[in-house]
């Protein structure tokens, strides 16, 4: 099969990196990492010695270079299909690709003004309508696919899969900036930051010592 490698940047700002990590990790799938540190002069160019695309993630894997997270959790579930990255059943794999693709275009008022900062002490700010709509959404969207597949365990479709690694930053911003949600909302926040492959993640992030300045938001 061969071993992969994940190129990331750091662990306590890149939402996009941590997306394929849990994905990986949570299937036992075997992998290295590759950093490349945000905010250093030469990180464009080292991503684009890798990818053209210039951004992380990417994953590295018998000779293919795959990149954006979503294409790489998409290669994971067919390289891996053993895993289960996606539900088996036919309804729950549409609804769950249909998450995952209104996580990677959506929220963007709530990713605009709460960026993904593990560090950050957790308080709140003040949230606006278009926060407000994004985590109503957020939240409706989660009752659907917890009401109509989740049956089996805390997450999403049950089993963790590809939806949880999507959502999983956004999981964060709610901790981090103190979103008050619905107690079902909070169940499945609290599930997602008690799985072993977001302590390791966070546990690495704590240690980072450097500052991306538009990520601190106050």
């Not at 990818?51 to 992380?56: D, H, I, P, R, T």
């Not at 990255?85 to 998450?99: I, T």
């Not at 365990?153 to 619905?182: C, H, N, Q, S, Y």
Request: glycine residues 6%.
């Amino acid at each position: 099969m061969g071993k992969a490698t994940l190129v990331i940047a750091n662990k306590n700002y890149s939402s996009w990196s941590l997306r394929p990590f849990m994905a990986m990790a949570m299937a036992d799938i075997d992998f290295d990492e590759k950093f490349i540190r945000f905010g250093e002069p030469r990180f464009g160019r080292a991503v684009r010695k890798i990818s053209k695309a210039g951004q992380v993630p990417v994953l590295l894997h018998n000779g293919l270079t795959i990149w954006d997270s979503l294409a790489i959790m998409e290669y994971l579930a067919e390289t891996w299909p053993d895993r289960n990255l996606w539900p088996k059943n036919k309804a729950a794999r549409a609804l769950a690709r249909s998450a995952c693709a209104e996580m990677h275009t959506g929220f963007k008022s709530l990713r605009d003004v709460c960026p993904m900062n593990l560090r950050r002490p957790q308080r709140a700010v003040a949230m606006n309508a278009a926060i407000l709509a994004d985590v109503a959404r957020l939240e409706a969207l989660w009752r659907q696919c917890r009401k109509a597949h989740g049956k089996g365990g805390p997450f999403l479709f049950g089993k963790f899969g590809i939806a949880d690694a999507m959502f999983t930053p956004v999981v964060t911003r709610l901790e981090t900036f103190d979103i008050k949600v619905a107690e079902d909302t909070q169940h499945y926040i609290n599930a997602v930051l008690a799985t072993p492959a977001f302590h390791e993640w966070k546990a690495a992030a704590l240690k980072e010592k450097w500052i991306v300045a538009e990520d601190e938001v106050d």
